[in-house]
């Protein structure tokens, strides 16, 4: 569930709108492939750990199959890419609160967020394990009822019936041709 969570992230509906301008409908294939992608990937980190068991993972595997500066980029670029999301997380957090209550500033929110990440971690291992577990609970309950919603939506139950008009709609399925679908995979990867 920790990994669920973490793949979800907390800017999941926030960051995910720029694919969604980029491509339009035709998002779908852009997630489609970016699924893929990150399919192929696993297949290959799988293929692997099977054949070099040790903990490190891909940095270890860069630096053996590779090159030790590989191995030692692998594990910077994993390090920063951590600290951009984490940041960006805070961010994100910062703009659902302010848009709840528009009088508090965002730098509270990011401080008073830090703050209890820094908390939970420094914690003991069992209180991070609860926090987190039920924090990517919540990323996956959100998600589904998103899904529910939006299929109710689609067929009309509950809901005036909007149906598919919207894919074809406000300059069709690929209102920015391929060149929206490709970049609209660059960040859906991201």
């Known amino acids: 569930m920790i990994a669920v969570g973490g793949a979800i992230g907390t ?15 035709g998002v779908i294939l852009s997630y489609t492939a970016a699924a ?4 192929a990937l ?3 980190l799988g293929e692997m750990a099977i054949a070099h068991p040790v903990a490190g993972s891909f940095g270890v595997y860069a630096e053996v199959y590779v090159h030790p500066w590989a191995g030692f980029a692998m594990r910077y670029s994993y390090w ?12 994100a957090a910062s703009i659902y609160c302010k848009h709840w209550f528009p009088q508090y500033p965002s730098w509270i929110w990011i401080a008073g967020f830090s703050a209890a990440l ?6 003991s291992v069992s209180n991070f394990g609860t926090f987190e577990y039920w924090f990517a609970m919540l990323k996956v309950v959100t998600i589904v009822i998103f899904l529910v ?19 074809i709609a406000h300059g069709g399925f690929l209102p920015n041709g391929w060149a929206g679908v490709g970049l609209g995979v660059a960040m859906a990867v991201v």
């Open 11 to 25: 800017g999941f509906s926030w960051a995910a709108r720029f694919p969604w301008k980029l491509a339009g409908p």
């Open 80 to 91: 920063l890419g951590q600290v951009i999301a984490i940041g960006s997380e805070m961010v």
């Open 118 to 123: 820094v908390w939970v971690n420094a914690s």
């Open 36 to 39: 893929a992608i990150a399919l």
């Open 149 to 167: 919603l939006g299929a109710a939506l689609l067929l009309g139950i509950g809901f005036p019936r909007i149906g598919a008009t919207n894919y």
């Open 42 to 44: 696993m297949w290959a």
